[in-house]
Structure formats: structure tokens, C-alpha cells
T-cell receptor
Framework: AQSVTQLGSHVSVSEGALVLLRCNYSSSVPPYLFWYVQYPNQGLQLLLKYTSAATLVKGINGFEAEFKKSETSFHLTKPSAHMSDAAEYFC????????????FGGGTRLMVKP | DAGVIQSPRHEVTEMGQEVTLRCKPI?????LFWYRQTMMRGLELLIYFNNNVPIDDSGMPEDRFSAKMPNASFSTLKIQPSEPRDSAVYFC????????????FGEGSRLTVL
């Protein structure tokens, strides 16, 4: 069975500061990993995905994530936070067997202070 | 291109009433998902269709919930009878098999059962 744990349900950073959102996964087979973002009153949007190619994945809006098999982690980072980054972020896992079926983490709400 | 379209965006109903939520997936997408989002339980997968066939409905809470996909461009989620604990935002998402895990979400239907 797959699972995803997002450490910290709320993260607060100052504008211009580094953003680090943590995600650890559990999967019995090589995983596919995803980050989704949800802005208020909207559905989720794909931010980036890892599917066994390069371990450092770049996504939209300056975000990137690094797959670390030894740590079973897929943390999301952005060098400099903008006010517009305030949203909820979800990590998700799938695999070749599960295909389209994602298992989502509990989400991390990112707050950006001016 | 139009995204995933859900209706209604907001629904307020009384306990015991029937509720029908509707979804039009993106043209060409052959997988469709219904999710429920609440503060307490986060994002839950209710049911997954592939090529109009229900593949996994293990997340459907109970017999009061039913979902159909009569054709590739339409799906419904029905709750009968509704209860206050069904209050949530219900999301529909679609994807292509060739892009596993890349889900496109609608804006959601916010259901309030009084």
C-alpha cells in the first residue's frame, strides 16, 4: 500500500524567503510522485511530477522538488516566496500498478508574510 | 480548451433530500475521478472510472452514494438521502491514461446539508 506524509499542516514564511514543504512517501514499487497546488475556492492544479527520470524536477512558478530514494522524500522548494504562492500544497504518490490512482497527503497550507 | 466543468458550484439542501452533482470531463480524457474534501478528512477519493467503467468505488462512503458515467462526456454523483455529515466540497477530475497521475480538477461543488 502507498502512503504520503506531509510534515507540517501549516508553514509560514516571509516574502523573499526560502520555501520548503516536506513530503515523505511509502511505496513497495518505484513511485511516481506529484505536487499539486490549490488556491482558495479552486480545484487542485499540477505543479510538478517525478516519474523516474531526473531526480530534480522543475515545475511551474519557480518550484522544484528533489526525489531522494534513500530518504523516501520528495520535498518541494522555491528559492524566494511571493505573496501569490500562498495556497495549500498537496503531495501525492502513484506507481505503475496504480496508474492514475493517486494517494494524496494531508496538505500543507503555505502562508507568506509581507 | 475548456477545463473540467462541474455543476452546481454551490448547493444548499435539507437533510433527507436527494443531491445530484454533475461533471463534464475534458474531451479526450478517459479517466474520471470524484473526490470529497473536508477539513477533518482532507481529500478522499470516492470513485474512479476508466473508459466509462467504474474501476474502484471503495471510497464511496455507503449505499446513499452512487455515481454513474453514461458516456465519455458526463458523470453524476448522487447522494440520497443526504445527511449533514455529507457537507463538503466535491471535486471531479479527469486525465488521460497516457499521462498517468496528471489530473485536471474542476472548481468543485460546495454542498451544505442542513
Amino acid at each position: 500500500a502507498q502512503s504520503v506524509t506531509q510534515l507540517g499542516s501549516h508553514v509560514s514564511v516571509s516574502e523573499g524567503a526560502l520555501v520548503l514543504l516536506r513530503c515523505n512517501y511509502s511505496s513497495s514499487v518505484p513511485p511516481y510522485l506529484f505536487w499539486y497546488v490549490q488556491y482558495p475556492n479552486q480545484g487542485l492544479q499540477l505543479l510538478l511530477k517525478y516519474t523516474s527520470a531526473a531526480t530534480l524536477v522543475k515545475g511551474i512558478n519557480g518550484f522544484e522538488a528533489e526525489f531522494k530514494k534513500s530518504e523516501t522524500s520528495f520535498h518541494l522548494t522555491k528559492p524566494s516566496a511571493h505573496m501569490s504562492d500562498a495556497a495549500e500544497y498537496f503531495c501525492a504518490v502513484s506507481d505503475l500498478l496504480a496508474g492514475n490512482m493517486l494517494t494524496f497527503g494531508g496538505g500543507t497550507r503555505l502562508m507568506v508574510k509581507p | 480548451d475548456a477545463g473540467v466543468i462541474q455543476s452546481p458550484r454551490h448547493e444548499v439542501t435539507e437533510m433527507g433530500q436527494e443531491v445530484t452533482l454533475r461533471c463534464k470531463p475534458i474531451s479526450g480524457h478517459n479517466s474520471l475521478f470524484w473526490y470529497r474534501q473536508t477539513m477533518m478528512r482532507g481529500l478522499e477519493l470516492l470513485i474512479y472510472f476508466n473508459n466509462n467503467v467504474p474501476i474502484d468505488d471503495s471510497g464511496m462512503p455507503e449505499d446513499r452514494f452512487s455515481a454513474k458515467m453514461p458516456n465519455a462526456s458526463f458523470s453524476t454523483l448522487k447522494i440520497q438521502p443526504s445527511e449533514p455529515r455529507d457537507s463538503a466540497v466535491y471535486f471531479c477530475a479527469s486525465s488521460r491514461d497516457s499521462r498517468a497521475g496528471e489530473l485536471f480538477f474542476g472548481e468543485g461543488s460546495r454542498l451544505t446539508v442542513l
